[in-house]
């Protein structure tokens, strides 16, 4: 949409100013006039510059949250809609989504529902978020739909904290040991070489393979930099496509200990998401469907299509489940009694609680578990590096010992 510069007045009597997006010229002169401003010009904005800004703050998920349960507040209170993004608009703390509510009073005032409004900032709102609201809009739930949503952004958030978590040891620890790698390789390999060549040594295979790759890194690390960017790019490439981020996310599920976080962790999104949408009014498998959007894991998102296209064909929930082979026995269970007492999306729910509880729970022991892991990595190393440097030692003073 155009931009537009007004002038106008406000109830007190004060000149206000501003920037806004709007339809065209109609349209703005009615949204200020909701706000109880009176235009007195207006003025579409020539804009020719570079659309980006490296400073410019961005939306968060959590600023969404907080938008999300103001509204539910305001609403639940009875206060109109209009009247409730402006004051929301006028308080809020982020200057990009001060903007974007103001562009969405807009739509809502030339007459398109609020779903379409979001639905034209996809960077703010999701697919998941838009397809609540519509439901809420259709049901006329609103209120209740943006409590909802406002809970499943924060458990989204704590999900995803999690998992950062989880990974962070791992990935500091094995950042560490690279780094030791290349001070190692450069400072002091180098040295024990300058030593051995003047002795005239024959030198063990591992101290000559040591050697070797401290002289490759020494002499060719422009090679190494430039091998790690291209797997690098390679890899991105790859994971970008379907297939490779299919093959990518199952992958991920399949580390050693954090790969069971991630699982757990994507399969209390999934749960807790189709707890949301069924309670929210909408079919088990437009529910499934949507789901599968916004699980960020096309690995399960796969498996969850392949439920939808089982119910379709007149299967059972717990039999399509079943089939995925990603449900554990208990779980299974849980969806079998859900089916049959008809409160599936509570169950399911109970299904989000118990896998986040686990996500808990193994992200507070992953000390613990990982610990056996990186010492023996580590015994490894420091065992190859001793060998290296001092089986020559040795042998030359067995040799000395010999000759005397």
Known sequence: MPLFDYKGRSEDGLI????????????LGAALMVSKITPLEIKQKSVVSVNFNLFEEKVTSLDVMLFS?????????????MRALSGIQNSV???QLARVVGQLRVSLDSGRELSAAMAEHPKVFDGFYISMIRVGETTGNLDNIFLRLAQHIEFERFMRGQIKAALRYPMFVISAMAIAIVVINIMVIPQFEKVFASMNADLPFITKMLIAFSSFMRNYWFVLIAMMVGASWTFKSYIRSAEGRAKWDRVKMRIPIAGKIIFKGTMARFARSFALSTRSGLPILSALRLVSQTVENEYIAVKILSMSSGIERGETILRTATQTGVFNPLVLQMIAVG??????DDLMQEIADMYQADVEYDVKTLGAQIEPILIIFLGVLVLILALGVFLPIWDMSSTMLKGA
């Open 16 to 27: 206000v100013t501003g920037t806004q997006e709007a339809t065209d010229f109609d349209a």
């Open 69 to 81: 349960r103001q509204l539910y507040t305001l609403l639940k209170a009875g206060i109109p809609i």
């Open 339 to 344: 089916e049959e007492s008809g409160s599936l």
């Open 93 to 95: 703390g982020n200057a």
